[in-house]
């Protein structure tokens, strides 16, 4: 886990993490990151630090927001209605 947080606060190269330092090489590293992410260990660690914050009162959510930039809209989304442009009109042909 040091050698992933470091990279990630460093913003370094996975070869450039000090084995000394972090406890195992940068390769090392990637791998627990790669089989972590495959065995969905990210989603299940964000619920228990979720959920032990809400139990020490320490998770203040009046100052959430949502943002869902990150998230990919399959097949375009839902679109119910099709959207109308809002260009000024159509492009002139460029044949």
Same mark, same amino acid.
């Given at each position: ?6 990279? +990630? ?23 627990? +990151? ?10 299940? +660690?964000? *619920?228990?630090?979720?959920?032990? +914050? ?13 943002? *869902? ?19 000024? *009109? ?6």
């Amino acid at each position: 886990m040091r050698g992933i947080v470091y990279v +990630l606060r460093k913003g370094v190269g996975w070869r450039d993490v000090p084995a000394e330092l972090v406890g195992c090489s940068g390769v090392t590293a990637w791998r627990r +990151l790669r089989d972590w992410t495959e065995a969905g260990v990210w989603p299940r +660690l964000h *619920g228990v630090l979720l959920a032990e +914050l809400r139990k020490e009162g320490l998770l203040e959510m009046d100052d959430a927001s949502i943002d *869902g930039s990150h998230v990919r809209a399959l097949k375009r989304g839902l679109t119910p209605d099709l959207r109308r442009s809002t260009g000024p *009109g159509p492009a002139a042909s460029t044949t």
